[in-house]
């Protein structure tokens, strides 16, 4: 794998039938970036995120994720990734402090490291006097700050997080990003998927898909000087205009 990147893809590509999902991409994310990647409804990056968190095999092309080959490495790749949903993905009839000690326990971490690790985590995020609140009974933003720290619990090498602010109200999608920046200055690579045109402006590096094709790649600042827009909703709806599917 290259020196400094974290993904590495070369003309990978995902069919279902007659039907081409994700349409031969090729792309890099270097390592501790905020990688965003964005597309309109049917463009393609779910389908991409799959392959890449190695749950669907490509048909073509190849992929490298934390130094590990998609195709045939793809359980060594799930190891060394985080991942979160946009559809909240904790266990909401298990205590604050079981969720976390589960999906620890998944990654391979030791009882003795998950219990020291909890009430670090817990206390950093102002969450401790919630240690055994049940998750349902959380308000909205604090699942989804809890979702995401469970989902770094065991400091993985990239995180992939799939709309993770969708719902939640301003501030707390500021505070949410405020934890992202503080995962990629300890070196983790954030790859976002977003539909807030706002939150591209704040990743390192975006990427735009159109029917299953990367139509765009570049710094916010860069892409908004080729597209002539002051926003990245500007280029976003530029390049949306083009799309001849949606799901």
């Known amino acids: 794998m290259e020196v400094g990147k974290a993904i590495i893809t070369d003309r990978l590509t995902k069919t ?3 039907f081409t999902a994700v349409d031969s991409i090729s792309f890099s994310v270097d390592k501790g970036e905020i990688f965003g990647f964005l597309g309109a409804n049917g463009a393609g990056k779910t389908t991409a995120m ?3 968190c190695g749950l669907s095999k490509p048909t073509s092309g190849k992929g490298v994720v934390a130094g590990f080959d998609i ?29 976390m000690r589960l999906f620890a326990g998944i990654y391979g971490m030791g009882d003795k490291e ?6 670090e985590v817990l206390n950093r995020l102002g969450f401790y006097e919630e240690k055994n609140t049940l998750v349902k009974d959380l308000p909205l ?6 979702a995401f720290s469970t989902a770094i619990f065991h400091e993985p090498k990239i995180v992939f997080l799939d709309e993770p602010t969708g719902g939640v109200d301003p501030v707390t999608r500021r505070q949410f990003w405020e934890l992202i920046y503080q995962a ?14 706002d939150e591209a402006e704040y990743c390192n590096k975006v990427s735009i898909m159109v029917d299953g094709r990367i139509e765009a790649l570049d710094t916010p600042l860069r892409l908004k000087q080729q597209f002539n827009t002051s926003t990245m909703n500007g280029v976003f709806q530029q390049l949306a205009q083009t799309a001849s599917r949606n799901e």
Request: proline letters at 0%; zero cysteines.
């Open 16 to 18: 279902f039938g007659g």
């Open 50 to 52: 799959r392959m890449l």
């Open 71 to 99: 195709s045939r490495q793809s359980e060594k790749v799930k190891r060394n990734i985080g991942y979160m949903s946009q559809k909240f993905s904790l266990y909401e009839d298990l205590e604050v402090w079981e969720n």
């Open 114 to 119: 998950i219990i020291e690790k909890t009430d």
């Open 141 to 146: 933003g604090w699942k989804q700050k809890l």
């Open 184 to 197: 990629a200055d300890g070196g983790i690579t954030v790859f976002v998927t977003t539909h807030y045109m």
